[in-house]
């Protein structure tokens, strides 16, 4: 059975960094999303990578600022948040698909970790 979790979340300044980590156990070979919600809105995607790495996505409002990575062997994947902005603060997911492409829809992951709040202060 897969599971993931999420950690690294936290508190932080506008402007600052934050890396997430994100362990998905007994995924082989699938792909690796990231989304956030703030409250009252919508999960919202903000990044993804395919199973090896070669594609990745990022929302629009992300990009330039955020990176995913993977780290195969101890099977990690990590999303580096630099000049974070106070509209970032959100509870952000990974997510695990059994398939090996990248996705923006919450509705294509079979696995979701219980997130972590993000908190950027102005």
């Known amino acids: 059975q897969v599971q993931v979790a999420e950690s690294g979340g936290g508190l932080v300044q506008a402007g600052g960094s934050l890396r997430l980590s994100c362990a998905a156990s007994?995924?082989?070979?699938?792909?690796v999303g990231w989304f956030r919600q703030a409250p009252g809105k919508e999960r919202e995607f903000v990044a993804a990578?395919?199973?090896?790495?070669?594609?990745?996505y990022y929302a629009d409002s992300v990009k330039g600022r955020f990176t995913v990575s993977r780290d195969n062997a101890k099977k990690t994947d990590y999303l580096q948040m630099n000049s974070l902005r106070p509209e970032d603060t959100a509870v952000y997911y990974c997510a695990a698909r059994n398939g090996p492409g990248a996705a923006r829809a919450t509705t294509l992951y079979d696995y979701w970790g219980q997130g972590t709040q993000v908190t950027v202060s102005s």
């Open positions: 990578s395919s199973s090896y790495g070669r594609t990745t």
């Open positions: 007994g995924l082989e070979g699938g792909a």
